[in-house]
C-alpha cells in the first residue's frame, strides 16, 4: 500500500528541514498551500521565533489564486526588508516548486529578496 498525499507530503518535508536552517542573517521562508488560503513565514530557527509573516487571510487579496501568491510572496519580502533582511532559504514545505508555491518564490524575489 502506498503513502496518502499527505504521508508523502511530511516526508518531503523531513528531507527539506534536514538541510534548510534559518538564522537570524538569513531566515527561513516556511509555506504553507491549502485548498483555499496560502501563508508564508520568515523563521528564526536558532530561536524558535517567527520574524514575520502573511497570509491571503491578512490581506483580503482579490484576483485569482496565482494572483494572490504571489502578492504574498511580495508581502512578506516587505516584511524582511524593513527588518533589514535581504536573503533568505526558501522552505517549500513538501510541496511541488509548481503553481502558487513557484508564484509565491517569485513575488518574494521580485520584491528583493534573494535565495
Known sequence: MGL??????KRISKRIRKV?????DKPR??????NKEIYAQLIDDLSGTT??????????LKGSKMDQAKEVGKLIAGAAMK?????ICF??????????IKSLAEGAREA???F
Open 29 to 34: 521562508l516556511a509555506v504553507y498551500r491549502s
Open 20 to 24: 534548510v536552517k534559518g538564522t537570524t
Open 91 to 100: 522552505d517549500r514545505g513538501g510541496f511541488l516548486y509548481h503553481g502558487r
Open 51 to 60: 520574524l514575520a509573516s502573511a497570509s491571503t487571510l491578512n490581506a483580503k
Open 4 to 9: 496518502t498525499k499527505a504521508e508523502r507530503r
Open 83 to 87: 527588518k533589514g533582511i535581504k536573503e
Open 112 to 114: 528583493g529578496v534573494q
